[in-house]
Structures are given as C-alpha cells and as structure tokens.
C-alpha cells in the first residue's frame, strides 16, 4: 500500500519475553521516527531515523529498547525482556526530509498494540 | 524544552455545535503547528497544519490559526457532525531540529446526535 505500515498489529507476550515491531515507511521517505502511546501518557518520542542513522535517540526508556534501519528504508523496535508497563500502542511514522525541513507533513501507521501480561 | 498544552476532555456536544478545543505551545523560534485526529480504531491523521505566524489551517471545516503572539492555534468547528467523533491531537515541530513532533495530551470529543 501507499502508506506506513507496521506489524503485527497487535501482540500479546509474556513478561520477560523479547519482541520485535516492524515498520515500513512509505516508499522514498528518508526520516522515520517510533513513538508510544499509553494510556494515560499521550503520545511519547522515541527514536528518530534519518537514512540509516538515528541523530536522536533521546527518548528510548531504557537500555531493553533498541531500534534499527536497513537500507534506509524498514525499521524494527525492539524491546527486550518485556515488562507491563511497556504495554502500548507503538505508532511508527514517516517523512520525506529531516533535519532543517521543518513543516514536513509526518505520515503514520495504525501502531502496532502491544500487550505485556 | 519545547511542549504542547491542550484542554483536557472529553468534550460532548451536540450534533451542529460550535467546537473549540485549545492549544497553547512553548517553543523557542517559529516551530510549525499541527492538529492530529484518530478516530476509533484508527491510525493518527494529520488533519491540519500552519508553519508561520498567522497562517490558517483548514480542511473538512476545521480550522486553526497560528498565533505568535499568544503562542496558541486553537481548533475550531462551526457545526461538528458525529462523524467528528475523535481524540485530537495538537502538536509542533521546531523550527530548526528535524521534523520531531511534540504532541499534547490529546482531547476526546464526543458527538451526540
């Protein structure tokens, strides 16, 4: 399709499992960023690709999360030894340019639910 | 650091209603502004956007005008629809880092017939 797409859609795992969310931005966008949306917390900055390289990695809670980028295209999330409170909504987004391109209108997915028992 | 502030909800109207929800932002330069909308179940759309002071945003009969001087850009609907049911979402991205969105909290809104 023409827009950003994630999988799975939605997944449940056990506490202290690791799992891996999957995006692919639409085709030719260069930045691609993760966020997170929990219930009660709004929507939170994760990770910021521009190509291959993430300039900010500013918002990964902790060491157990950690992105990548291949090909400056698909990205994989992941988070290690799981805890419930990483349950959410992983919302990943695409844009045509990055640093210095201010006003780039940033396409999402529908997110990827992820759910910790 | 930058941030985001729009009113808490949920706001209930009735169908024809006027809406405003407000949004007030703390940035330093001439961030761009922008109103997100999710519907149930859905994904986040970019639903209107204004990159300079005094510019208006509009699209299906929402609109936002970005005010420098009381650093808001308030969404405004003269007649909601049910349709218009959705959590919206205020944000910016600053003027000179990338195209990172900082977003407010969010704000249900609720249309009954």
């Known amino acids: 399709g023409a827009g950003v797409s994630q999988s799975p859609s939605n997944k449940v795992t056990e506490k202290g499992k690791d799992v891996e969310l999957r995006c692919d931005p639409i085709s030719g966008h260069t930045a691609l960023y993760w966020y997170r949306q929990s219930l009660g917390q709004g929507l939170e900055f994760l990770i910021y690709?521009?190509?291959?390289?993430?300039?900010?990695k500013s918002g990964l809670p902790s060491d157990r999360f950690s992105a990548e980028r291949t090909g400056g295209s698909v990205s994989t999330l992941t988070i290690q030894r799981t805890q419930q409170e990483d349950s959410a909504v992983y919302l990943c987004a695409s844009s045509p340019g990055g640093q210095g391109l201010s006003g780039n209108t940033i396409y999402f997915g529908e997110g990827s639910w992820l759910t910790v028992v | 650091g930058d941030s985001v502030t729009q009113m808490e909800g949920p706001v209930t109207l009735s169908e024809e209603a006027f809406l405003t929800i407000n949004c007030t932002y703390t940035?330093?330069?001439?961030?761009?502004l922008f109103w997100y909308v999710q519907y149930p179940g859905e994904g986040l759309q970019l639903l209107l956007k204004?990159?300079?002071?005094?510019d208006k945003g509009s699209n299906k009969g929402f609109e936002a005008t970005y005010r420098k001087e009381t650093t808001s850009f308030h969404l405004e609907k003269g007649s909601v629809q049910v349709s218009d049911s959705a959590v919206y979402f205020c944000a910016l991205t600053p003027n000179n880092a990338g195209n990172m969105l900082t977003f407010g909290g969010g704000t249900r809104l609720m249309v009954k017939p």
């Open positions: 940035a330093t330069g001439y961030p761009s």
């Open positions: 690709f521009q190509g291959n390289s993430a300039p900010d």
């Open positions: 204004a990159t300079k002071a005094d």
